[in-house]
């Protein structure tokens, strides 16, 4: 809308575009589409089965909704309902002034394929005073459930899905590389581009973003110390097997492009998976001829031992936890497997977390990351005036303006993941082994480019040419 788009202009930063969301974000469809297709896009997980016990939807809260004769067991037996849960901010504390909710949104593949919202829940526990809200009703409490789900998104998002499964889950590796892989070494020259800066970059968000009175205590509703129990709970939870993508995407049952068409985050990353690994495979294969190859590297040994002893140790809120972090290696396939997901996390799954931060978070109304009034309790009570108040002022709009617009800004010297400045490698095999990555990176970029061209939004941000080596910002 008009008054939409001055809003916008009201908060843009330097020559940044005006985020185009401000044109379309109170629509379903687009709230919909942006869990699939933006800035969040681990966030969704197929429900199967049935639906949670504790989210207690019928048939008729939806019936105006669904848009064919069939019931919500139906459209789950096909595989084509999802949801957001918040519930790991459950008992999470808010700064003060500052609400929270551990929502839940339930989504469905409709018969146009569009992935459109069918309800929100703003508890975890069923109640009379925890209503469940749909689109049928009125358009400023829907509008407002909808917020909701997104302020309790964006404390996940932030906290565990960019910050601890990106920047700190990959730092202890670097660390370990530095002590323990000499320079000339083959695994050292593999990752030493896909760690650059990201020591120094943890270190300044140590102090700058999550350190006392840092951007988390200033744009979070779970700052002033929330969001450090709330990456303590994260770390608690890590399964360093997450990081493998097939698998990652298997375990939230979205890995069917059938089921879920238009999950570009899915297309896209596979596609620099498969990529990343048989690079690194071909590397690996320059170097270490079998399984004892491995296992008698000493240097490679101690860098996953330390990485599991120290970097990324087995202990939890409730004691010892498994992350599953290799103590050691014994054969070329699990070692292949590490070395790719250090490689794709440090590249293609941050550059998914991070930059589209801008898009969707500058125009503040599209994603607020704070609130600021409790949770509504009952219908038609949302006003223009009272999601005002909910989310916020001018000086809440612009810290969270200002923090996303520096993550999501790329680094002047940045080093994309097609680009291999210092030839650490010169060995023939491994330099073909290069040529032979960057030819499919190139058919990679043409066939995203090619497929965006038919979309009304396209998804840019797993482009190769646009996607960093490593974690910088």
Request: proline share 6%; hydrophobic share 40%; glycine share 6%.
């Amino acid at each position: 809308s008009t008054s939409s788009r001055k809003y916008g202009l009201s908060f843009q930063v330097g020559n940044n575009k005006v985020p185009d969301v401000c044109e379309r974000w109170q629509s379903d469809r687009e709230f919909g589409r942006q869990f699939l297709q933006g800035h969040h896009p681990t966030a969704i997980r197929r429900v199967e089965n049935r639906l949670p016990e504790n989210f207690p939807l019928t048939d008729d809260d939806v019936r105006t909704v669904l848009g064919r004769k069939v019931t919500i067991q139906e459209e789950i037996d096909a595989g084509r309902v999802y949801i957001v849960d918040c519930k790991s901010i459950v008992g999470i504390a808010t700064a003060p002034g500052r609400y929270v909710t551990p929502a839940m949104g339930l989504f469905y593949v409709n018969a146009a394929d569009n992935f459109v919202p069918l309800a929100i829940q703003l508890e975890q526990q069923p109640g009379p005073h925890n209503l469940i809200w749909t689109p049928a009703d009125s358009m400023n409490d829907w509008l407002l459930a909808k917020m909701w789900l997104r302020c309790a998104d964006a404390q996940i998002h932030q906290i565990n899905s960019h910050l601890l499964m990106t920047h700190l889950a990959i730092e202890p590796f670097g660390v370990s590389m530095y002590r323990n892989l000499p320079r000339v070494h083959p695994i050292f020259k593999l990752l030493c581009p896909h760690l650059r800066y990201t020591m120094a970059i943890n270190t300044i968000g140590r102090l700058k973003l999550v350190g006392e009175n840092g951007l988390a205590d200033q744009v979070l509703s779970i700052g002033k110390g929330g969001h450090v129990d709330f990456i303590k709970r994260c770390y608690s939870n890590f399964d360093f097997r997450r990081l493998n993508l097939p698998d990652e995407l298997a375990e939230r049952r979205v890995d069917d492009a059938d089921a879920l068409p238009g999950y570009y985050y899915r297309d896209d990353a596979l596609l620099l998976w498969e990529a990343i690994r048989d690079f690194v495979s071909d590397i690996v294969a320059v170097y270490y001829k079998s399984d004892d190859d491995v296992r008698r590297d000493d240097e490679i040994q101690e860098w996953i031992g330390e990485v599991h002893r120290i970097g990324l140790p087995q202990h939890g809120l409730d004691g010892e936890v498994d992350h599953h972090v290799p103590a050691k290696f014994d054969a070329i396939d699990e070692f292949v497997e590490t070395l790719t997901a250090v490689a794709f996390t440090s590249s293609v799954e941050h550059a998914a977390q991070n930059f589209g931060q801008y898009d969707y978070y500058a125009f503040y109304p599209n994603a607020p990351m704070t609130m600021r009034q409790p949770p509504p309790h009952k219908r038609g009570t949302a006003t223009t005036k009272t999601i005002i108040e909910t989310i916020g002022g001018t000086d809440q709009v612009s810290m969270q303006l200002l923090t996303v617009w520096l993550l999501a800004t790329k680094s002047r010297d940045e080093i994309y993941i097609g680009e291999f400045p210092d030839e650490h490698f010169s060995d023939p095999e491994a330099k073909a082994a290069i040529a032979r990555f960057l030819a499919k990176l190139e058919k990679i970029e043409t066939h995203i480019k090619e497929r965006n061209e038919g979309l009304k939004v396209p998804y840019t941000y797993l482009l190769p040419s646009e996607v960093p080596k490593s974690i910088a910002v």
